[in-house]
Structures are given as structure tokens and as C-alpha cells.
């Protein structure tokens, strides 16, 4: 019998600092208004030493400390070519992010990580990618989309498919024009337009269904909510995308996020550890199950 990853000693993240405990002061040098609620934070590691060694990789997370509040993990969302400005976008849902959202340039967040298993850029290069991403999931893939602007020759096909609720939901759109600059296609939905809205109106697997693709040479990256991935994940199978073709990036409660406390437990993963992203043939039968 497979010991349980419980009682299994793993190894434990990869982080700037010897203790993964460790959290940094980070000083707000810039607060964004992003759509309704959600706003991003560009953060400067105060300690000059720390923030030249700072490193992470594209899909990985922060967990964000303010003290006597909590903490939250929160994806990392700015280019990893320059790791000395950090940003991460967050919605207001709860305590650590209600408290960050009444901040103001100047004040500090404390941070620890980076953790995380990154977006398998390496193992794409050379294929075609398809960024599919609902709402605030696109925060977790802006990070891989800097990266792939910047190394584009690396790609073939590169596109991104991204829905939200309402126009004003759409994250990042005054970067659309850079994106496609850079040769991404960008291509949004929404479920309810508004006045003077005159792209396309549905979901994003909408989008996937119409996407001129090559399965054999195409992987997708997907983040959002739950449901949205799982019907995400049938639409790509119906486009011949199987499951080992497909990665998602789940958002499961954490805490400690170093593998200690289990409450990010998710079958036999730690999402901590083992995610947040993951391929989807790994997890394609744990997808529904309600998290604590
Ligand atoms: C890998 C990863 C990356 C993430 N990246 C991002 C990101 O980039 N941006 C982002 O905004 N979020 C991100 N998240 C989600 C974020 O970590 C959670 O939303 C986190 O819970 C916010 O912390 P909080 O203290 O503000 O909210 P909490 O206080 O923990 O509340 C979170 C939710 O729980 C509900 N809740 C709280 N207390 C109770 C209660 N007593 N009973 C019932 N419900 C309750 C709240 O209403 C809210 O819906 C990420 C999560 C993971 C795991």
C-alpha cells in the first residue's frame, strides 16, 4: 500500500529564503484599480540583499502577511524578468484582502514564497499555447504571458481566450494591444454585455470551440473557477486536446503552503506543494470534489 502524503516525509518547497517561514517586508510603490474590487499592488522587497536574490517562476504564488490580520495566498503576477517589483492582483473577499484593499502606496505587506509548481513553459516551447482563463484567473497566467512575449520565437500559435462575467470584469485590457503586438492573439467574452460592448457574448469554451487549433502541437493553460476549468477541459477533448495536453491552476484554501498542515489537501496532492498548477489527467477525477 502507497503511504499516505500525510505520513510521507516530501520535500518541501523551494523558496528565497533557508527558512520557508520566513516572510519579507515588501513597501507598496504602486496601487492599481483593476475591474470592480479588484485592485493590483506592485510591492518592492525592502531589504536590498533579499529583493536582488528574489526569483520565482511564472504560475508560482506569494503568501502575503499583514500582521495581526492573516495571511493569503496570492498568485504572482508581474514579469519574472524583473523579480524586484512584484505585483500581485487580488479581490476583496475576506480578511487579509479586505485589509490590503484599504492600504495605500507606501505601506508595507509582508510576503513569503515564492511556492508553488510554475506553468510548464520549458516542456511547451516549441508547440502551440492557448492561455484559456475566467475572470481574476488570468492574474495567475500574466506572469507566462510576459514571459512568452518576451521569448515569443520559443512558441508557435500563441492565444488567449478570456472570459468574464461583465466588460468591466476583463482583466488587463489596456495590455491587449501590447499582447498582440507582440504576436498573441487576445480574444475575450462576456456573459452579459454592456453598452458599447461589441465583442462576443458566452463562455470562453464558446471561444475554444470556434479556435483554429493542432492538437498534436497545442497545450493549454487554464485558470478560473471551478466548473469554468472542468467545462474548459471537455470542450478541449472535444478539439482532440486530451488530458495530458490541458494544465489548470487551482485555488484551493491554504495556510501554511510550505506541505505542514494539510488543509490544502487535495486527494493525494498538497496544492501547496504539488499544484497550484496541475496537468489535467492528474487530477481529473478529483476535480469536483468541494474543498473545506
Ligand atoms: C495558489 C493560489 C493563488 C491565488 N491567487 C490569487 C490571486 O492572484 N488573487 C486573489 O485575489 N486571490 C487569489 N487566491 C485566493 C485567495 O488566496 C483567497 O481568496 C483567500 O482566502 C483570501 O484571503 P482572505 O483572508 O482575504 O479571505 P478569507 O477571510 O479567508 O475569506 C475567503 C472566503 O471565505 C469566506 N469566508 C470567510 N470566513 C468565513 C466564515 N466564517 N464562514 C463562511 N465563509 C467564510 C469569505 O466570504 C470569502 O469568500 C489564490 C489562492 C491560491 C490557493
Not at 517589483?85 to 484593499?101: K, P
Not at 497545450?219 to 472535444?238: R, S
Not at 490544502?264 to 489535467?280: I, W
Request: charged letters at 20%; hydrophobic letters at 40%; aromatic letters at 8%.
Amino acid at each position: 500500500m502507497n503511504p499516505s502524503p500525510l505520513t510521507t516525509r516530501r520535500p518541501g518547497p523551494t523558496t528565497l529564503s533557508a527558512d520557508p517561514w520566513q516572510t519579507h517586508a515588501g513597501s507598496i510603490v504602486a496601487i492599481r484599480d483593476e475591474t470592480p474590487g479588484v485592485r493590483s499592488y506592485d510591492l518592492s522587497i525592502v531589504d536590498a540583499a533579499v529583493r536582488a536574490r528574489y526569483a520565482f517562476a511564472p504560475g508560482q504564488f506569494n503568501m502575503l502577511y499583514l500582521p495581526g490580520i492573516g495571511e493569503a495566498a496570492i498568485s504572482i503576477s508581474s514579469d519574472p524578468a524583473t523579480p524586484q517589483l512584484l505585483t500581485h492582483t487580488v479581490r476583496a473577499v475576506g480578511n487579509v484582502t479586505d485589509a490590503l484593499a484599504k492600504l495605500v502606496v507606501g505601506d508595507r505587506i509582508f510576503l513569503r514564497g515564492p511556492y508553488g509548481k510554475p506553468w510548464p513553459l520549458g516542456d511547451l516551447a516549441g508547440g502551440d499555447l492557448i492561455f484559456v482563463a475566467g475572470g481574476l484567473g488570468l492574474a495567475s497566467q500574466r506572469a507566462a504571458i510576459l514571459d512568452v512575449a518576451r521569448h515569443r520565437d520559443r512558441f508557435g500559435r500563441v492565444t488567449i481566450l478570456h472570459g468574464a462575467k461583465t466588460p468591466s470584469g476583463l482583466l488587463y485590457p489596456s495590455e491587449y494591444a501590447a499582447w498582440r503586438e507582440a504576436g498573441i492573439d487576445v480574444d475575450c467574452t462576456v456573459d452579459a454585455p454592456e453598452a458599447g460592448w461589441t465583442g462576443s457574448v458566452g463562455l470562453v469554451t464558446d471561444l475554444l470551440a470556434q479556435l483554429p487549433l493542432e492538437p498534436g502541437r497545442s497545450g493549454l493553460l487554464c485558470c478560473g473557477p471551478d466548473p469554468m476549468m472542468a467545462g474548459v477541459a471537455t470542450g478541449a477533448a472535444k478539439r482532440g486536446l486530451g488530458p495530458e495536453a490541458v494544465w489548470m491552476s487551482l485555488e484551493r484554501n491554504m495556510s501554511c503552503a510550505v506541505g505542514q498542515c494539510g488543509l490544502c489537501q487535495f486527494g493525494p496532492f498538497f496544492v501547496c506543494l504539488d499544484g497550484p498548477v496541475f496537468r489535467y489527467d492528474r487530477i481529473e477525477k478529483l476535480l469536483g470534489v468541494r474543498c473545506l
